[in-house]
């Protein structure tokens, strides 16, 4: 018996003082009713109804339990739609996850105008330079740069993720400039700790990849804090554009090796589900579509 049925016909042969209102009503036999109103009593097991040949009239029984029906039905009936104007309109706190400098650079300054146009919606931020586990964390979206595995996850690209090797002119003044990768073995180079092996590059070149061991005098797991470090002329870095874009175009950083390009990376939007997916991330991908679409603008000339 599915108890949610019958508790629903059995408020409708109430309101409608009979079986057969009822049966009109559901699009159902009045023997169908009649049986389902049988089983409920049967399960509770107390006779919720009166019934004469003319009339039917409600226990004591049966009128408490028809007015906590009601309260029940209507409970559920307000939490169906809550969930469907939850797929519609964008409202709610929506969880996001995304690596720090990214977030500071890029994610932030788009926020503001994100959220004029769904007033609805709260941004709860989480910056971290770490994998983030999107489902075992509970967060809506995140921000994902990485050559992406299977997984259950929905990702849909933003951007490119274009790296570059770079140093600051001071720098290769003093120490010179690497002609080919196998020179960064000799260099001070500022290596990003989160890597999988921090200490070895991969360029693609002319003749192939090359693989090159490389150590330094600074090793950290935020891009902001090894850019700063390759301005202040500690070293040379591999970096993502989207860091170090500002130094390039000013001049504070000189690109270096520039026939051997490391792999490239994409920026993608990644979720739980495409299934009843939340308006309020639905419409924070979809934003964030069309606010990188096109050349990312870290790559612009100035």
Sequence with gaps: MDRLNAMGTFVQVVDGGSFSAAADRLGLSRAQVSKSVMQLEAHLDTRLLNRTTRRISLTDSGRLYYARCLDILDDIAEAEECAREDTTAARGVLTVGAPTSFGLLHLQ?????????????????????????????????????????DS????????????????????????????????????????????????????????????????????????????????????????????????????????????????DLTINAVYPSRRYLAAKVRSFVDYLAVAFAGEPSWDRAP
């Design 109 to 149: 300054p788009l926020i503001p105008a994100f959220l004029a146009v769904n007033p609805g919606v709260q941004i709860s931020l989480s910056l971290a330079d770490r994998f983030l586990d999107v489902v075992a964390e509970g967060f809506d979206v995140a921000v994902r740069i990485a050559e992406l595995e």
């Design 152 to 263: 259950s996850l929905v990702a849909r690209r933003l951007a490119p993720c274009r790296r570059v090797l770079c140093a600051s002119p001071a720098y290769l003044e003093k120490n010179g400039t690497p002609r080919v990768p196998q020179d960064l073995a000799i260099h001070a180079c500022l290596v990003y700790s989160n890597e999988l092996r921090p200490d070895t590059w991969t360029l693609h070149g002319p003749a192939g990849s090359e693989r090159v061991t490389v150590n330094g005098p600074v090793c950290a797991d935020n891009g902001d804090v090894l850019c700063a470090a390759a301005e202040a002329g500690l070293g040379v870095t591999l970096l993502p554009t989207f860091i170090v874009g500002d130094g390039l175009r000013a001049g504070r950083l000189v690109s270096v090796l520039d026939d051997y390009c490391p792999p």
